[in-house]
């Protein structure tokens, strides 16, 4: 079994400062984690996944995540924030061989100019 | 995003009304989803074809029907909705199904209200 968990469901930073949004997984196995972005009126994007290679991820706009299997976190940051990170945020598990990827509630992060 | 495309992005139907929604992939992708997301719900996986086999039904009522003639498409034929059932579905697709290393590219979704 499988699950997510988005610490918080908004978040709000001023542009050009930094960005952290939450998520605790459990996964019976060794896990896939990913992070997706949804703008308003679009689908989800992929930010970033880790699939059990190095810890710290890097993504797509400066983003970046690190596994931590200790602390069963997968946590996105970014150094600056961007008006244009004004948007949606799922993290998302999986487990390889299972077709069920398992998505937390979002975050919604907004950007206070 | 342009890989998957997905039509109508907006749709409103009377329960008694049957209607399809389509996803089209030019990725050569191999495996297709349905997603339903709710507000303040997570994204809730449908079904999934691989190879044009259907491989998972998650205990989807049978008033939605999907239809895969090929890897490249994908519909959701709908009928006697609910209320409830007004959502944005989206439409995903991957290299493969059963792999979740394998990234899977959504399309923008159709917003789907039942009157």
């Known amino acids: 079994a499988q699950s997510v968990t988005q610490l918080d469901s908004h978040v709000s930073v001023s542009e050009g400062t930094p960005v952290l949004l939450r998520c605790n997984y459990s996964?019976?196995?060794?896990?896939?984690l990913f992070w997706y972005v949804q703008h308003p009126n679009k689908g989800l994007q992929l930010l970033l996944k880790?699939?059990?290679?190095?810890?710290l991820v890097k993504g797509i706009n400066g983003f970046e995540a690190e596994f931590k299997k200790s602390e069963t976190s997968f946590h996105l940051t970014k150094p600056s924030a961007h008006m244009s990170d004004a948007a949606e945020y799922f993290c998302?598990?999986?487990?390889?061989?299972?077709?069920?990827?398992?998505f937390g509630t979002g975050t919604r992060l907004t950007i206070i100019p | 995003e342009t890989g998957v495309t997905q039509t109508p992005r907006h749709l409103v139907m009377g329960m008694t009304n049957k209607k399809s929604l389509k996803c089209e992939q030019h990725?050569?992708?191999?495996?297709m989803y349905w997603y339903k997301q709710s507000a303040k719900k997570p994204l809730e996986l449908m079904f999934v074809?691989?190879?044009?086999?259907?491989?998972e039904n998650n205990s989807v009522p049978s008033r939605f029907s999907p239809e895969c003639p090929n890897s490249s498409h994908l519909f959701l034929h709908l009928h006697t909705l609910q209320p409830e059932d007004s959502a944005l579905y989206l439409c995903?697709?991957?290299?493969?199904?059963?792999?979740?290393?394998?990234?899977?590219?959504f399309g923008p979704g159709t917003r789907l209200t039942v009157l």
């Open positions: 995903a697709s991957s290299r493969l199904a059963g792999g979740s290393t394998d990234t899977q590219y």
């Open positions: 996964s019976s196995y060794s896990p896939s």
């Open positions: 880790y699939t059990s290679a190095a810890t």
């Open positions: 998302v598990v999986g487990v390889f061989g299972n077709e069920k990827l398992t």
């Open positions: 990725l050569g992708h191999n495996a």
């Open positions: 074809y691989n190879f044009k086999e259907q491989t």
